[in-house]
């Protein structure tokens, strides 16, 4: 009898292990199933309002376009006129040196706000919504204000430094400084987004760290670049990506605050790449040659993204 259950034994655990594979696998399946399932309607909706119109973007690019919206195959004649125009460069130097002095001066100044507001005073809670208020604000009440206070012959800058005899500045009229001027509306507005960000981070590191640094007597100068800074890189670094990406696409402020070239002697020395695109594409109505710009633009984003990414394995630090 023994010998017999034995003997049944294998053959038994044989017929169940394929059928147990196959019950794990039919439901490993269905578990798949459901997945993309739930996660459908945002993969459809990537693919329609942002992947197909980047290919879309990049054909058109290849386009001559004529009246009624019609357009012939033109191959690289787009990009041979873009990169023979003067305007494209002025474009790209614009475009840099706006990113260069406002990505690094937000996210510094934001920083410094985030630690002030991260310490227990009084009426914290007050300062954080006034901070975060341009954030929620539309641009264009923003580019509002900010014309009225840049405003040459009344605006609220110009008379208060005439109160201590300085002559102020054609702010958004002088195309040697109406970049920085918006640059500085721009760093405004950008500090209570990254406040948040950087708040959160803050609050995430542990009091311990704090506590022991204090008893070995650092100072708070040296806790903050030994263990708050570090701790809050990869705050830094999420802050930094989506600061350039916006950076390089700006358009709205200038727009808003300086006008069209013709009623602005400063608009056309100021254009960055996105305004390029849409003076090209909207007021000249050549399509081809803004798709053009746009995939220029689409590139650089690209490159500056994907060398953050390699770099940021050198000063993120994530534990």
Avoid: C
């Avoid at 958004?172 to 950008?190: C, F, M, N, Q, R």
């Avoid at 400063?266 to 710009?293: D, H, K, P």
């Amino acid at each position: 009898m023994n010998a017999m259950s034995s003997q049944l034994q294998p053959e038994m655990h044989a017929a169940v292990q394929p059928k147990t594979k196959k019950s794990l696998n039919r439901m490993k399946r269905s578990d798949w199933f459901w997945a993309y399932l739930m996660i459908a309607p945002t993969l459809i909706g990537l693919g329609v309002f942002y992947l197909w119109p980047i290919v879309q973007t990049i054909y058109l690019s290849f386009t001559k376009w004529g009246g009624f919206g019609k357009y012939k195959w033109a191959g690289l004649h787009n990009y041979e006129l873009l990169f023979k125009d003067p305007y494209l460069w002025i474009a790209l130097k614009n475009t840099l040196i706006y990113t260069v002095v406002a990505v690094p001066v937000g996210i510094a100044i934001s920083i410094f706000i985030a630690v002030l507001l991260n310490q227990k005073i009084k009426g914290i809670t007050i300062y954080r919504t006034l901070y975060f208020l341009p954030v929620v604000t539309m641009a264009a009440a923003v580019a509002m204000v900010w014309r009225w206070l840049y405003n040459a012959d009344y605006g609220l800058i110009n008379y208060l430094l005439g109160l201590v005899g300085i002559e102020g500045p054609r702010w958004i009229s002088d195309p040697a400084i109406a970049l920085y001027a918006v640059i500085i509306v721009a760093v405004w507005s950008s500090i209570g987004y990254n406040m948040v960000i950087f708040l959160a981070g803050l609050q995430g590191i542990p009091r311990s760290y704090y506590e022991a640094a204090e008893i070995d007597g650092a100072g708070p100068i040296r806790m903050f670049f030994k263990i708050t800074l570090p701790l809050l890189t990869p705050s830094i670094f999420f802050v930094s990506i989506t600061s350039l990406i916006g950076a390089f696409q700006v358009f709205d402020l200038i727009y808003l605050m300086l006008g069209s070239k013709m009623g602005n002697p400063a608009t056309e020395q100021t254009q960055t790449m996105a305004y390029l695109f849409f003076t090209n594409g909207f007021e000249s109505g050549n399509g081809g040659y803004a798709a053009a710009v746009a995939v220029v633009l689409l590139v650089m984003i690209l490159i500056v993204t994907a060398i953050q990414m390699k770099l940021q394995k050198k000063w993120v630090h994530y534990d």
